[in-house]
């Protein structure tokens, strides 16, 4: 199937490339052009962007930092990486949003779910920033509950690997690859695709969950259109 509306959800560790740190403009100009070839099909696109290549809030925690004030750092680190993807949209003439759960008026919208459905109807790319707007959770919690409140088809994680794997492909050369499970297997299992938090809300509300690679040119655009073979469905 042709999904008519998604959510991108996509790691700030992918923002960093070749690099250790921050963002990579070589990976925010791939990226740019890969969501505009999803664009330029008609489907509707939301995004969700962590702050990992910036500073994530649960090791700050596990250092010794309270885990409100490291989790608000973080939050605010995932506006710093929404602005850098918007401003590579638009330089490739794609209208977008950042809409933040945290007030921040002189830099973006504030979130609002009617608002931001009548922007994803006017044909603007909308990304959503600052997680839920609460400690505790994380990004990965924010994009299935953004989804939710957008009635997006499917919710899309784009990682570096293709797809959901019953151990690490990167460190075990027979990993197995699977091409369909469920949300209780990933759980079960602990196959950290997303959070737990994340996947019970998705399982609560039949929300389709599409693992692939992003680093591959044009598979944004084969996942969108339902291409066979392109990473794992994760669903009931």
Known sequence: MTFKRILLKISGEALMGDNSYGISTEVIRFLSSEIKKVHDHGIEIAMVIGAGNIFRGVAGAAKGMDRGSADNMGMLGTVINSLAVQDGLETVGIPCKVMSAITMLNVCEPYERVKALDHLGN????????????????TDTAAVLRA???????????????????????????????????????????????????ISLARDNELPILVFNMKESDNITKAALG??????????
């Not at 044909?123 to 400690?135: D, E, K, M, S, Y």
């Not at 291409?227 to 009931?236: F, H, Q």
């Open 123 to 138: 044909n603007r790319v909308v990304i959503f920033a600052a997680g839920t707007g609460n400690p505790y959770f994380t």
């Open 148 to 198: 939710l409140e957008i009635k997006a088809d499917v919710i899309m994680k784009a990682t570096r690997v293709d797809g959901v794997y019953d151990k690490d492909p990167e460190v075990y050369p027979d990993a197995q690859r699977y091409t369909t499970l469920s949300y209780n297997k990933v759980l079960r299992d602990d196959l950290k695709v997303l959070d737990a938090a994340g």
């Open 227 to 236: 291409a066979e073979g392109i990473g794992s469905l994760i669903s009931a």
